[in-house]
């Protein structure tokens, strides 16, 4: 790492480390996409206990914190991640070590080789092997080094090596540490495990601070090598772009948490920067976007997540990430360029299945930018969605993809895994892409201390030329290096008196209405004049409600409108209403919409009503007010005409009424 960029990411920790080291004991994680089984069990553990999960890796004390409720729940499933996780929880171990081959088929086009697999830290569909390993050393209460590698064909990436000083509300961390900024399990918009790690200096908390359950990240790190990044007087020079990122999350209410989280690439070559530039940018923005002068520091992202998670005997978690890959109007709360993605996770659709499914969508320019020609990417992989690195290189064409996963645990030991996807890139940029698919099959089975995953992938590639893997894989874990053990609290929680969920009110419902408002739409915004009309449809709505206190619950809904001969999309992120009586309630919400023009237009929506309850039994009357708060797409398909705004804008204000089936 240059001098210079060092010392520019050296101040962070000086600013907070006093702090950090009057803490308690610095907190490990889970190893993040290395262990697939235990990451999954996890997960679906964690869901059980009706926690959220909004970010990865997973600190060690959200899991052990989450035991008791989750052993209430799911005994057998409860016991094999106390065991699988005891290791973890030693003063020392390499906790697991994998090697995996395969047999690769991949047309002969170039741009089909070079397609990365989802969320592989830039392997490719042509790779033949990997080994991968993990552990960690606890060197005193205040400090633990994590070392952790990745190597296949190419690459060798020392992905999870890492130092952590400090305690759990606040160390900091230094190396190859791998950030998931996502409730997203298959397609995260700012960060995942796609491209390879970057190295970077941070500070982060592994213990929830106050009763509202806040966590925190910020970093600053330096991307890979880039020889086409605009020059501040003019052409292109070459250098190591810095990128600098932030989220904070809050879970006010048991079960439903939400979260923001910006990226700020900046710096490198010629470009300004120094050593405040980072909290600068990550609190103030960029400034002058779409502007190329020595003003404009840099790319950013921004993303707002939800995660509602419902127990009962067949639970569910919902969530949503709305992004956006820049502002407009130079408003700070107006985005441009957006994305939007929600998922729904049924961890027990059958005691011995679940069930995931995905779906992600996309405006153009998203890892790309004219500032750096290479884009958001670090050795020529996106860092967010795998799916956006399924075109060609540089292309800002938006897009969408899908995910649909299915685990079935034939018998504790042995689990079958059946995952789709498919995605789809615009054709707006002359690429002439197809629809791609990817199927992948995968039995996972332990043979003594081996975890062996034998996997068959195949399917079609977006430039029409069909693929296919077969690919074994073995996950060694061995037993901790040292002895000595944390505390029993720590390493083999107690089962709760409690079950998980009891006392917890669930509404499953279906609307069914009427909608009606004006449509306000604007073309060229100042230039050409505005147009008001007025539109009635149909309302429908789908969604699932908890009860979060004596009279306040918390839920999450998918609404679809007819809006002007057009889909509009929304989803609720919160969905919260407040019961008066047995037959009174009032209700508040807000969300993100995606409406289904020339391209999607993406943007948010909030408002609020009344509720009549029990009208007839099972039957309840809504009243509801929303806006639509300037749903905005970019002018980018062939013949758009732009006199000023590439942008056009839709408002609306409007009330529904509507008939709720709860089922």
Known sequence: MPMAAFRAIALLPLLVLPTALHAAEVGGYLPLNLEPRLEADVIRLLTLADRTVMRRPIPLQDITEALPDACAVDRPLCTRVQRELAPWLASAALVTASAEAALASSASNPDSARLPLPN????????????????FVQLSPLARVNAGAVVYSGRIS???????????????????????????????????TTAPALPSVGIANTEPLTRARISYEAFVGQLSYSDRIASTSGGLSSGHPLLAGGRISIEPVRGWSISGARLIEYGGASRPYGALDAPRLLINGTGNLGTLTANELGNEEVSISSQLTVPGTHPVSVYMEYGAEDTFHVTSYHFGNGALSAGIYLPRLTPATQLRYEFSNWEDVWYVHHLYG???????????????????????AGGQSHMLALDWDRTADTRYSAVYRTTQNASYTGGHYQRAHLLELTRLKPWGQFDVALSVQGGVDPYGHSFGRLQSQFNWRPESLLSRQRSTSESAAP??????????????????????????????????????????????????????????????????????????????????????????????????????????????????GMQRREIWPGWDLNLEARYLDRIVRKKITPGEVTLIWPNEFWSMLAGTVSLSRRL
Do not use: C
């Open 120 to 135: 592989e830290r830039g392997q490719t569909l042509d790779s033949t092997w990997q080994l991968a390993a993990a552990g």
């Open 158 to 192: 020392p992905a999870g090596s890492f130092i952590s000083l400090g305690g759990p509300r606040a160390q900091i961390e230094v190396g190859y540490r791998e950030r998931w900024w996502s409730p997203m399990h298959d397609s995260a918009l700012l960060q995942s």
């Open 374 to 396: 290479d884009g958001l990417k670090n050795y020529g992989v996106v860092m967010g969605n795998w799916a956006a690195d399924w075109r060609r290189p540089s292309d800002y």
């Open 495 to 608: 089962a709760s008196n409690t079950r998980t969920g009891a006392g917890v009110t669930v509404e499953r419902f279906v609307d069914v209405g009427l909608y009606a408002g004006q449509l306000r739409y604007e073309r060229d915004s100042y230039v050409l004049p505005t147009i008001h009309t007025q539109e009635t449809n149909t309302h429908v709505g789908v969604g699932i409600r908890r009860s979060v206190t004596a009279h306040g619950d918390m839920g999450a809904r998918i609404e679809l409108d007819q809006i002007a001969g057009h889909s509009m999309l929304e989803l609720r992120a919160l969905d919260y209403r407040y019961r008066f009586t047995g037959q009174w309630a009032a209700s508040g919400f807000f969300g993100f919409a995606r409406y289904d023009v020339k391209t999607p237009a993406h943007g948010f929506y909030l408002g609020g």
